[in-house]
């Protein structure tokens, strides 16, 4: 059977002609679900079955497919009391159009993910790699100011605009936030047990702030918590802390870029967005997902010279290393992977382990039986002023969580969205609890300047991540 092509061809139709049997075979590639019908299982997974490298390239198969609506992409029919959520998004399904704005802003992963250096021209590609301005995510703008009808000097939005980081060492962010949930947790627990007693909150060398169990109101009070949600679960992900796995983070991306609806969000063999297609993403594709995101190779250090020693050490001085602490480290060197997850118990239903001082991330061992994650940063959120504020209409938000300055040669533009195509800019744009440091640097004679931003520049993206799975 010959399928004759035109533009008008309906969705409904391409469906109907993947869905029967007889013409499958003999449809063109592009003309059925980019996922094809071999799909990865949870039990499969859990069975053991699956070595690492196998699982790695079902997880870069789920990062590199371009969805397209066979395999569910796009959202389903407007939810008009909840316009804005995940599958009822007024967005691709009405006329077609890629809006870029609250999602629906690519087909792959990779589209975003794919720079592996930008330091030299033209860039270099890699996969899980960082993205350029015009990969920024666009979440929730009301108001878009592009003429200066406002009379501020600049024209203006408001809503989120953000770039996306690499993925690179996300296995040993993940790990340390983990454990370091579990430390919270702990003291959390003995401030419950020793009512009115004001217990340090301090993960690692980092300090949350406190917490007291009041007894008369028979309840925690929150308020000497600092630089973590009041659940005392670390939250590495997203430019502001807001996810505490990178599992809990591609769930989102899925929804919010492609429409794809996970299984686990869902269930099994419901059509939430009403666009025909169910089990879109199922719980074994995305723990093949997790695995590979956080199994990528981490980022490198380049030897220093004098220059860039002498600049490590104004960095310090000048009190960089409060919140870009140079390294943490994790008590174990296995990432445990759960399902479903419990952020406030990472140790619950783990179905799958993996060493990352092993394989491709080989994180260095610290010879107390765990990792060295060399991150340059606290896994803490901090003010940073009202000059890098996102502005919500009638609130501004100010926190973020620490940049990891790993690979920081390699990633402009800079800052949560972008807006620093130097390192020297992203430095000055720092306000809030970073003041100081800002200050600090700017009053630093040039030489000192120049081995500081020496040192930032042997930071590096590592070079041909996951290039064993292609
Ligand atoms: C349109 C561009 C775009 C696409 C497509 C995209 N991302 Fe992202 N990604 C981003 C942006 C922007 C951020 C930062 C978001 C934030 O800070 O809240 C990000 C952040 C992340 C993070 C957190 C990284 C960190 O260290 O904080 C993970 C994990 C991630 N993306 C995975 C994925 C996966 C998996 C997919 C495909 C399902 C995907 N992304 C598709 C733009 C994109
Ligand atoms: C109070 C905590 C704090 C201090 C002190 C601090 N920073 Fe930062 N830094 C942050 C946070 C939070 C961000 C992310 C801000 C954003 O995304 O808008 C950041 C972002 C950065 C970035 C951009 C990273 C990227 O990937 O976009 C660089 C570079 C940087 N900091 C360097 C420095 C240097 C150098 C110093 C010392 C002069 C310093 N920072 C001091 C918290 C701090």
């Known amino acids: 059977m010959r399928i004759a092509l035109s ?32 799909r990865t299982q949870q039990f499969e997974i859990e069975g053991g079955g699956i ?20 395999d569910g992409y796009g959202d389903g029919p407007v939810d008009f009391v909840d316009p804005t959520g995940f599958g009822h998004r007024p967005t691709l399904q009405n006329n077609g159009t890629f809006l870029r704005v609250n999602g629906l802003d690519a087909q792959t992963c990779m589209e975003c ?25 666009i979440f929730m703008p009301r108001n878009i100011d592009v003429s200066d009808q406002l009379g501020v000097g600049h024209a203006s939005f408001d809503g989120r605009y953000i770039n996306p980081p690499f993925l ?60 973590v949600d009041h659940d005392l679960v670390v939250k590495p992900f997203g430019r502001k802390g807001e996810l505490s796995s990178v599992r809990a983070f591609d769930i989102d991306a899925m929804q919010f870029h492609f429409g794809m609806q996970p299984v686990e969000v869902v269930g099994q063999d419901v059509d939430d967005d009403g666009d ?33 020693k002498d600049g490590f050490r104004d960095f310090l001085d000048v009190g960089c290393a409060t919140c870009h602490k140079p390294f943490l480290n994790t008590r174990g060197t296995t990432l445990n992977y759960t399902f479903p997850e419990v952020a406030t118990d990472p140790t ?12 491709p991330a080989s994180f260095p061992v610290n010879g107390q039986g765990g990792l060295q994650v060399p991150l340059f940063a606290d896994l803490k959120r901090h003010d940073m002023g009202p000059g890098l504020a996102e502005d919500f209409g009638n ?6 969580t620490t940049a990891r300055l790993w690979g920081i040669a ?6 949560h969205d972008g807006r620093a195509t130097t390192l020297t800019e992203a430095i000055m744009l720092h306000g809030g609890e970073a003041e100081f440091a800002r200050d600090n640097f700017a009053a630093l004679p040039d030489a000192n300047k120049v081995q500081l931003l020496t040192f930032l520049r042997t930071l590096r993206t590592p070079v041909d991540p996951a290039s064993d799975l292609l």
């Open 113 to 137: 993910h794919s720079v592996g250096s930008n330091a030299t021209a033209p860039f270099t590609f890699a996969i899980g790699g960082a993205g350029g301005s015009n990969n920024n995510a």
């Open 7 to 38: 533009l008008s061809l309906s969705t409904t139709l391409l469906a109907t002609l993947a869905m029967s049997s007889s013409a499958a075979a003999q449809i063109p590639p592009g003309e059925s679900p980019a996922l094809g019908f071999e």
């Open 276 to 308: 025909g297609v169910t089990n879109e993403i199922l719980v074994g594709e995305l723990s093949a997902l997790h695995i590979f995101n956080t199994n990528l190779e981490r980022p490198t250090q380049d030897p220093l010279n004098q220059t860039a």
């Open 51 to 70: 070595s690492l490298l196998d699982l790695r390239k079902a997880g870069l198969k789920m990062f590199s497919t371009p969805f397209n609506k066979l």
């Open 395 to 400: 609130e501004l938000d100010s926190e973020f």
């Open 410 to 415: 390699d990633t402009a533009p800079y800052l």
């Open 168 to 227: 690179f060492g996300s296995g040993g962010v993940e790990l340390l936030a983990k454990e370091m949930t579990q430390e919270l947790q702990t003291q959390k627990a003995r401030a419950a047990a020793h009512p009115d007693v004001v217990i340090n909150l301090v993960a690692r060398d980092v300090h949350f702030g406190t917490l007291v169990y009041d007894s008369k109101l028979r309840d925690f009070d929150y308020s000497g918590v600092e630089g």
């Open 348 to 359: 619950q239903n783990v179905f799958y382990a993996s060493d990352l001082s092993q394989g």
